[in-house]
């Protein structure tokens, strides 16, 4: 079993800048896939970012030049630097992580462990 917890988000102007953090604890293994998603209210589940078990990055096209997704080197950390932030990008952002075959998309399915989520919430 492995436990997600999202941190660091928060109200911020547009224009402003986040750093999301997302915890892995429990049964963590290294070769794992890891994504950030979002939902804004009335929305379905989208993803922004994917760092893959061999470290190739996926964005969305809306996030790109934007957002940078990382991880720390024990790879229990999942970062999401957020820059230029726009009121379109208020939403609940969530991590997931995939021990499965790998995955490089952006869908929500076949994600195995999901967070909580952190809100962000962007001013216009």
């Known amino acids: 079993e492995v436990q997600l917890t999202e941190s660091g988000g928060g109200s911020v102007p547009a224009g402003g800048s986040l750093r999301l953090s997302c915890a892995a604890s429990g049964d963590i293994r290294r070769s794992a896939d890891m994504a950030w998603f979002r939902q804004a209210p009335g929305n379905g589940r989208a993803g922004v970012a994917e760092?893959?078990?061999?470290?190739?990055?996926l964005y969305a096209d809306s996030v790109k030049s934007r957002f940078t997704i990382s991880q720390d080197n024990s790879k229990t950390y999942l970062y999401l630097q957020m820059d230029s932030l726009t009121h379109e990008d208020t939403a609940m952002y969530y991590c997931?992580?995939?021990?499965?075959?790998?995955?490089?998309?952006?869908?929500?399915?076949?994600?195995?462990?999901w967070g909580q989520g952190t809100q962000v919430t962007v001013s216009s």
């Open positions: 760092i893959s078990r061999a470290g190739i990055t």
């Open positions: 997931a992580e995939n021990f499965g075959p790998p995955l490089y998309t952006l869908r929500p399915n076949n994600w195995d462990y």
